[in-house]
């Protein structure tokens, strides 16, 4: 569970529900979609992957499974620098704002997770899932798409997926909890802005 709903790959899920809403954004071009998937995949995904074993060579992470919170500041720092590099690269794509948009509320997002996470370890998996929840919230009821039916689905993963998170020992109730409802909060008060 933890795998099929990590943080490097919600990016790429808020892009599918993006596209495929039934909303106005269901009609941007098929050549802007490829293009966001293919940054996606390289900037959010990709890059923070492979920017892990440099971490580990310059001991800046003890292992590649970031259990303490110090070892998560900079490979989130290169996921923020990955979904900056998303924004910027997609600038001349048309019909691109509501994923440039996306993309930097994940760069907000994420400095602040990086900012906790200096003090105190939060949950990742769980501020991915409630920001994923609250996206798909907004975007069901600002933009009138049929995507809010998924809401209950993605409330029950968050379940599941906060379970999971407490049986492994990942993480406290408080962390969950934590976790959840700043990505939730975060992406409420920045998606509803634009």
């Known amino acids: 569970m933890s795998v099929l709903f990590h943080p490097l790959l919600l990016p790429m899920y808020m892009l599918f529900i993006t596209f495929n809403s039934d909303t106005i954004f269901s009609g941007i ?11 996606t995949l390289l ?31 900079f490979p ?15 600038r001349n794509l048309p019909f691109s ?14 400095s602040g997770f990086m900012i906790v996470t ?14 994923l929840c609250a996206f798909v919230f907004t975007l069901g009821t600002k933009y009138f798409g049929e995507v ?8 029950l993963i968050a379940g599941v997926l906060a379970f999971s998170r407490l049986y492994l020992k990942r993480h406290t109730p408080a962390q969950i909890y934590a976790g959840f ?5 975060v992406v409420s008060v920045l998606f509803n802005k634009g």
């Open 29 to 39: 071009p098929v050549y802007t979609q490829r293009m966001s998937y293919m940054l």
């Open 43 to 73: 900037g959010v995904t990709m890059l923070p992957l492979l920017s892990l074993p440099l971490l580990k060579w310059l001991g800046l992470i003890g292992n590649y499974r970031l259990i303490h919170k110090q070892d998560r500041v």
């Open 76 to 90: 989130v720092l290169a996921t923020v620098v990955g979904a900056f590099l998303v924004f910027y690269l997609s």
């Open 97 to 110: 704002n509501i994923v440039r948009e996306l993309y930097l509320i994940m760069v907000i997002l994420l």
């Open 118 to 131: 200096m003090r105190w370890k939060m949950s990742m998996h769980m501020t991915a899932i409630g920001a």
């Open 148 to 155: 809010v039916n998924l809401l209950p689905f993605l409330i």
């Open 181 to 185: 409802f700043y990505g939730v909060i």
